[in-house]
């Protein structure tokens, strides 16, 4: 049996703002945004090309708000891989992305950690080969 890991849910204030910073300053693709009852929608966006997304979905109860931008508690949540950590880092910082801290050699590539709309911690990453 083959398996994948087809979305990942992030908790977020509001979907048109997600939307806003996944597609303008991050350059992903909106893949699907259908209404759904109660206000609620189905809202994925993901790197171009990729096979696997993240569900936006908008907190409705305190203890969701409570998650947005801490859904692991200040560690480093998603990893996205690029093939170009230059020219993906230079875009990002210009298109106002925060990165916290330089990039940095590690033994399995390029990195330098950034922090979404929330303040979820990301790690843009060029593996080695």
Do not use: C
């Amino acid at each position: 049996m083959t398996q994948r890991i087809g979305l990942v849910t992030l908790v977020v204030d509001d979907y048109d703002e997600a939307i806003s910073y996944f597609t303008r300053k991050l350059g992903f693709a909106l893949v699907d945004d259908t209404a759904l009852e109660d206000g609620k929608r189905w809202v994925v966006v993901a790197p171009r090309g990729a096979e696997s997304g993240l569900l936006l979905a908008k907190a409705v109860n305190q203890r969701q708000k409570q998650a947005v931008g801490a859904q692991t508690g200040g560690r480093v949540f998603l990893f996205l891989h690029t093939n170009d950590f230059r020219r993906d880092h230079a875009a990002y910082k210009e298109r106002g992305v925060t990165f916290v801290e330089e990039p940095r050699q590690e033994s399995y590539g390029t990195v330098a950690v950034f922090t979404d709309l929330y303040g979820n911690r990301w790690d843009l990453i060029e593996p080695k080969a």
